[in-house]
């Protein structure tokens, strides 16, 4: 790094290929404004530049190595992309993405008074820190476990909901673990070993959770997720109005050396509304749709989705018995399906016990039991929310 001129450093950022969208980085575009300015500009504009750069750099935690090993090591480029669909590239690519990568690692060692010297300004400038790393490396070792640490967004987040028909990462994911939910463990238990099934590339379930609400049916899915994520498993969740967007990105991440999790929370249909078509056909496997790195997970809180009346049963159709079968069935085509029923007295109050001391709650047993029934007779009956909801209104004194 000492012996490359500024300027230098400048025209070879320019030139990156492999890596050529990190130019986008704040950070890196930070740096490539600064390394103009002290070419090409005067005083102030060097000191602006850097004092911007110095920021971008701030807003990363203040520890430049680190801040460019993340920019690299999620950066979706074609290289990674290629080589998590096994593909092989050329020796010329190969050597580029060398090179750049040694680049790279001499960028994320540049110290402050490297560039202090460059604006020859007496007072007071910010700097940021340095650490160790290994670009090279980790980055060779992010291509090696691609399939249980993936690449770009999939990399840093293990929760997406979709826009526009695109891909978005949920920053702040709900941290429940398996740890910190009590009783149905029957029903979890299910759900775990499909979910390992699908992670270790077994033949997995779709499944559907349906009952009552407050059950921990979401929070279940979501722990789950969650405990998989180092073994390369995301989450991905779709709205009802949304399940149009499940094909094509089904397809879009069927060749991703991940698993995926589809999930549809509190699934339901109107009886004239032929939006479960859409589900249905991806339910059934067709050729077109199938990915065997995928799993689709719905709750609901009706057992056969579609919302019937009595003028449904009587209906003006010719075949009326068949068009109910055939709203009726799509519960039918979930390979797993998982009751999730209100708690019996005993387990409610079990429930209530096991997450009372996370609480902070250190009630006699008797007393925390008399209030924890009275509570769930005044609210809609006892399930894990009503239990929750119970300690959290005693930890606050209400």
Not at 76 to 99: C, H, P, T, W
Not at 176 to 183: A, E, F, K, M, N
Not at 243 to 257: C, K, R, T, V, Y
Not at 312 to 331: F, I, K, P
Request: aromatic share 10%; hydrophobic share 40%.
């Amino acid at each position: 790094m000492n012996e490359t001129s500024l300027n230098e450093l400048y025209h070879r950022l320019n030139a990156l290929t492999v890596f050529r969208s990190i130019a986008e980085e704040p950070v890196i575009r930070g740096l490539k404004d600064f390394l103009y300015a002290a070419e090409h500009q005067d005083l102030d504009a060097r000191i602006d530049c850097y004092s911007a750069f110095c920021r971008a750099v701030y807003e990363e935690g203040g520890d430049l190595s680190q801040a460019v090993c993340r920019i690299v090591l999620e950066d979706e480029n074609f290289y990674i992309v290629g080589r998590a669909r096994g593909q092989k590239m050329s020796d010329a690519v190969e050597e580029a993405l060398e090179k750049e990568l040694s680049l790279l690692q001499d960028v994320s060692q540049l110290a402050p008074s490297r560039l202090q010297e460059a604006i020859a300004y007496g007072s007071f400038l910010p700097e940021w820190t340095l650490s160790e790393v290994d670009i090279r490396a980790a980055y060779r070792q992010q291509i090696e476990q691609i399939g249980s640490t993936g690449y770009g967004i999939f990399a840093r987040y293990h929760g997406f909901t979709v826009k526009d028909g695109q891909l978005v990462p949920i920053r702040s994911m709900d941290t429940q673990t398996l740890d910190t939910l009590y009783g149905y463990e029957r029903e979890r238990n299910l759900v775990l070993e499909n979910t390992r099934a699908l992670v270790e590339g077994q033949s997995a379930c779709n499944v559907l959770l349906y009952g009552d609400a407050g059950t921990g049916k979401s929070s279940t899915i979501k722990a789950v997720a969650r405990h998989f994520f180092d073994q390369g498993l995301r989450i991905v969740e779709f709205k009802k109005n949304q399940l149009a967007d499940i094909l094509p990105i089904m397809e879009s991440l069927s060749e991703i050396p991940l698993k995926f999790i589809f999930y549809i929370d509190d699934l339901s249909f109107q009886a004239d509304d032929d939006t479960f078509c859409d589900l249905k056909g991806i339910l059934e496997g067709s050729a077109a749709s199938y990915a065997g790195n995928i799993a689709i997970y719905a709750t609901s809180n009706r057992r056969h989705l579609v919302k019937e009346s009595m003028s449904d049963r009587v209906g003006d159709q010719l075949h009326v018995n068949d068009t109910l079968q055939e709203t009726m069935s799509l519960a039918a085509r979930f390979g797993l399906t998982i009751t999730f029923s209100k708690p019996e007295k005993d387990l409610y109050l079990d429930i209530v016990r096991s997450l009372a001391p996370s609480y902070g709650i250190d009630l006699p047993d008797e007393e925390l039991c008399r209030r924890a029934e009275a509570f769930a007779i005044r609210q809609n009956g006892r399930s894990p929310r009503t239990a929750k909801q119970f300690l959290q209104l005693t930890k606050i004194g209400l």
